[in-house]
């Protein structure tokens, strides 16, 4: 049941928008059928349905889903970035470490890439930061790791020397905040759109890694993460 409310709950933080249209849809068309109903009127091109059937169908359907939609936007209203450092550590931080434990890697160590703003992890800043480690004499090689708790995963391995390593990952998950952020922000249209962007960035890029430090410790893995920021000093 945790699993399937996590699930909805990453849903509704990526899919925000697609949640509220839909709600406003289905109470469109059950008010409209109501009204159907209630002037004992048949729906063209559906005269041979039973109203009364349909009108207690479509207002449990449309009740259902606002109920649903309430508790998930109070949960997303507070921790929609808690909901994706759940997925980000359960998902790939844990079957990766357990993974490479598992190859011999007696002590892996997984570098987390800290944006300053979520921008950062789009695809162009990643490739320039590869470059800039590249240029700074850092062996880069992408390997694909089979887990058996998951789908398999590519992750960065970084090398400096023969005998230090680490494995990078951008936590590109945190895009999937964007559409969040620019929903709260046109629903405050009295304050300035940019700023508010700015300061929900900054606090939700915060509560992120605040919570995957948290469950990292609850996983025993937290001696195996390190977070690395644009100054990419990693050993």
Known sequence: MKKIQNHLLELAVINIRIFTYFSYVLNFLTATIVIFWLLKKSIPKFENIDLEALVT?????????????RKLFEKTEYSPADVLALGYVNNFLVPVITQLKEDGIQNPSVCIFKPSKINELESSNIDIIKAELRNKKYSLEEIKLNLKQARARDILAIQKSENKQVYFDFPNTLLSLISYIDYKAESKANRS???????????????????VEELAKEKRIFKNIKFCSADLNLF
């Open 193 to 211: 759109s940019d700023k508010i962007k700015a300061e929900l960035g900054i606090n939700l890029i915060s509560e992120f890694y605040k919570k």
């Open 57 to 69: 169908i479509v207002s449990f359907s449309a009740v259902t889903l606002n109920q649903l939609n």
